[in-house]
């Protein structure tokens, strides 16, 4: 990769197409000094945008667009086929892995001074690297470890004896409790709480009696964690996601569980307690994983499924029923029902 200007400056400088084609082992169709400035959908794109087309449909509609530079898979036209005079084209791989990249040079979270605000709490036990931003309202318990780089932003909790590695980016109001390990670069947006209880209980004579949870977190690096998510600590072993593993919005992930590395969760979706779940999976939203279950790699769970028994293979499982209207959808069950009656 070449040498590059600041990411704050990537939109007043934009990327030509040779520097993003140079970047992403690419070639150029087209002008290759045109620069773009901004990433934009193909309906409103204009001449200094950057779109993608990973579809012949995509690729028609980018050819009837003003985009000024369009990524293009390598395999989807010939150069010749590719109205090189009116854009540019670069031609690489996988063009929405590249527009993802883009994403970050253009956009970036982690453009800030370092330092301790005014009004942010810092236990004097704790240790936060002099390249840290620690925002006003911010606790930093004793114990606590805050990486070079890392973000913290207003209003947040960080507990006890917890280690945050380089390049984090805690958003407002995030909540990170006692002896929980994160790796690099993870981000964790507002309202999500690493390390509360796990929903531990034991019955005695006709009343639930709780039971501390002794384990903690760990998480690996390059993690993203959504708004509102929760990961709960062990019981006793701890609850481990893997490097990689992207968590969208209201996930719930309960105590021991262990999410192999890449795996993504989409939002709504719950885990039950000590299930396992692989390394290259995709859960999608809404979705339930009863707990002690394990989830082999490669697996896709489709949206809403409820899975009850192991998953033992790659491949796509689905469960639940489309929504019908009202009396279809009775007329249907009382069929159903009446296929398990006896002498049927």
């Known amino acids: 990769m070449t040498s590059s200007p600041s990411c704050s ?16 082992d690419g070639e150029v169709a087209g002008d290759p000094g045109r620069r773009g400035h901004r990433l934009a959908p193909l309906k409103r794109a204009g001449a200094q945008d950057i779109v993608f087309a990973v579809s012949r449909r995509h690729l028609d509609a980018a050819r009837s667009s003003h985009a000024g530079i369009v990524l293009v898979q390598q395999d989807l036209a010939p150069v010749a086929a590719l109205d090189s005079g009116r854009r540019s084209y670069v031609l690489v791989a996988n063009p929405h892995a590249v527009f993802a990249h883009l994403s970050t040079l253009f956009h970036s979270r982690r453009d800030f001074r370092p330092g301790i605000e005014s009004g942010a709490q810092v236990d004097p036990a704790a240790h936060v690297e002099a390249s840290a931003r620690i925002c006003a309202g911010a606790t930093i318990s004793a114990g606590a470890r805050i990486g070079a780089g890392v973000h913290v932003g207003a209003g947040a909790f960080i507990g006890a004896g917890v280690e945050i590695g380089a390049g984090g980016y805690l958003y407002p ?29 034991a019955q005695e004579q006709g009343r639930w009696i709780k039971v501390e949870q002794l384990g903690c977190v760990h998480i690996g690096n390059d993690v993203e964690i959504g708004a509102n998510s929760t990961i709960d600590r062990g019981a006793l072993d701890d609850t481990i996601i893997g490097d990689g593993v992207k968590i969208d919005n209201l996930v719930h992930i309960a105590h021991n569980v262990q999410i192999g590395a890449h795996t993504a969760i989409a939002g709504c979706a719950g885990i039950a307690g000590s299930a396992r779940i692989g390394s290259h999976c995709a859960i999608g939203g809404g979705a339930g994983i009863l707990g002690h279950l394990e989830i082999a790699d490669h697996v896709t769970i489709h949206a809403m499924t409820l899975v009850t028994r192991s998953i033992g293979a790659p491949g796509h499982y689905a469960s639940g029923v489309p929504h019908q209207e009202a009396r279809t959808w009775n007329r249907n069950l009382a069929a159903l029902r009446r296929l398990g009656r006896p002498g049927r």
């Open 173 to 201: 109001r995030c909540v990170v409790l006692e002896d929980t390990v994160i790796g690099r670069g993870v981000i964790i947006h507002s309202g999500a709480v690493i390390g509360a209880d796990g929903f531990g209980l």
């Open 9 to 24: 400056s990537f939109a007043d400088q934009g990327l030509s197409a040779a520097e993003i084609a140079d970047r992403f």
